[in-house]
């Protein structure tokens, strides 16, 4: 897996934790550095540790028996994660739509609501982390995208919801799931090549 996919599919992730800091930011009236900063330590952390745990699976001596004598079925159980983790997303941004979202102020960080939040988003990215296993991405490479990625989109979207409300926090789930897809059809797209 090159690193370029790496940055496409943890892009599409990272949107679900933008997403979500959008919201965070259209309730606030001023912006606190630090508790930012808490911010993108907890979303870094959570979508880090999920991916990490996710792509550990390989090594679970059944997976990697059965991996080593498989081969390139484990190509399409990985594309069928992405698939997979991709229309979780679009399907929750649907549903999404429905609920009313409340802008209200609340300027106190509520670090419970927030935890419940990066445990939510960290579901993906686990079953990500299955999907990059599965197609041996450098662990090392995965983890600081991963990072760096989350860090962008807590920063970006505490920005993004302060300045401009949290209306387009579906549109960004879907895009998300949608980099997913696209990141599924290129693994079996690559498959069907080889």
């Not at 009236?29 to 390989?58: D, H, P, W, Y």
């Not at 159980?77 to 102020?105: C, P, T, W």
Request: charged share 15%; proline share 1%.
């Amino acid at each position: 897996m090159t690193i370029w996919e790496i940055i496409v599919i943890a892009t599409g992730l990272s949107l679900d934790v933008y997403a979500y800091c959008l919201y965070k930011g259209a309730m606030l009236s001023e912006l606190n550095k630090v508790q930012i900063a808490k911010m993108c330590g907890l979303f870094t952390a959570f979508q880090t540790a999920a991916v990490f745990i996710g792509s550990l699976v390989r090594y679970i001596p059944f997976v990697d028996t059965g991996y080593r004598r498989a081969g390139n079925v484990w190509f399409i159980l990985s594309a069928a994660l992405f698939f997979a983790v991709g229309g979780i997303m679009i399907s929750r941004a649907a549903r999404g739509r429905k609920m009313i979202l409340i802008e209200r102020l609340e300027n106190h960080y509520n670090f419970r609501m927030i935890l419940v939040w990066c445990l939510v988003a960290s579901i993906d990215a686990f079953i990500a982390g299955i999907g990059f296993a599965v197609l041996s991405a450098e662990l090392l490479q995965l983890l600081i995208v991963t990072a760096l990625t989350s860090v962008i989109a807590v920063v970006g979207g505490i920005y993004a919801g302060y300045r401009l409300g949290c209306a387009s926090r579906n549109r960004f789930v879907t895009i998300g799931g949608c980099i997913l897809l696209a990141g599924g059809a290129d693994v079996l797209l690559r498959f069907f090549m080889a």
